[in-house]
């Protein structure tokens, strides 16, 4: 049996730019081994609160803790190996190649008397061939389109080998294919390798699909947490989102599926289907 991986939890979180409090108050426990995903509209709150649980934002008050201790008193490159983050919008140096930057993934594991490895060779050739970017890895980052570009910032994380992987909208400027094509890598990346997996997603849809836990924010407060059959409820989606919806049986994945009115359809059925609640 694969042992457990590191427990990731904030309590009392207190995060602000300048002088505005973005979230305030929030405990969280990271189901270990899962996958989480963080809903909300924009502007709730859900990337600062990843941000916080990667060290990138360091909080007004409150703790973020991994395995008992303050993220802020481990050291980076220690940290660095055991919590890995993509951030929204990364950015790449000019004319850096594909293979160069998922490369650059393995540097939390290089010291000045351990360099470049057979494993690290190994690890950045895995991280290609499972997000599709073998036959680009010698191509310029910034030459490739929007979502192949998305999907090397992926591979480098990927690379990184970390037991927790923080992603910030990870299908962002993905076609439809590619975008499940990168959550069924991290469902795989879950359950093949045990990886904790926290990701800010925007479709809901997805993630009732592919998440194990889902996490859904309102203005700097979590509005509720737990199982995303327990979670999605119209009452919820109109509340976090202010979207009047149906919720109903994903027919694929069995999971909670969100059909939004919009006002030019409101009242236009009196009843919902069989297995859609209002």
């Known amino acids: 049996m694969r042992p457990p991986g590191p427990e990731l939890r904030a309590e009392a979180l207190r995060l602000a730019y300048d002088d505005r409090i973005v979230v305030d108050g929030l405990d969280l426990v990271i189901p270990t081994g899962k996958v989480t995903a963080i809903v909300g509209a924009n502007a709730c709150g859900k990337s600062t609160l990843l941000r916080a649980l990667a060290r990138l934002l360091t909080p ?57 490895s057979s494993g690290d060779e190994e690890a950045v050739h895995e991280a290609l061939r499972a997000t599709g970017l073998t036959d680009l890895a010698h191509r310029a980052v910034d030459e490739l389109s929007g979502g192949q570009r998305q999907r090397a910032w992926i591979a480098m994380a990927v690379a990184q080998g970390t037991p927790v992987m923080l992603l910030d909208e990870p299908t962002t400027y993905l076609d439809l294919a590619h975008q499940i094509d990168v959550l069924d890598l991290i469902i795989d990346l879950n359950r093949q390798q045990g990886r904790t997996v926290v990701m800010v997603l925007h479709d809901l849809n997805q993630a009732c699909r592919y998440a194990d836990h889902l996490v859904a924010m309102k203005e700097g407060r979590i509005a509720g947490q737990g199982d995303p059959a327990d979670v999605v409820t119209a009452a919820m989606v109109e509340e976090v989102f202010g979207l009047r919806c149906v919720v109903g049986e994903d027919p694929v994945s069995r999971t909670p599926m969100v059909i939004p009115m919009g006002r030019h359809h409101e009242g236009a059925n009196s009843s919902a289907p069989e297995g859609i609640a209002r």
Request: aromatic share 6%; glycine share 10%.
């Open 60 to 116: 007004r008050s409150g703790e973020v803790h991994l395995d008992g201790r303050s993220v802020r008193s481990i050291p980076t490159r220690e940290l660095a190996q055991r919590l890995g983050i993509l951030p929204q919008t990364p950015v790449a140096p000019e004319g850096l190649t594909v293979i160069d930057l998922v490369g650059r993934g393995r540097s939390p594991h290089q010291t000045w008397w351990r360099q470049w």
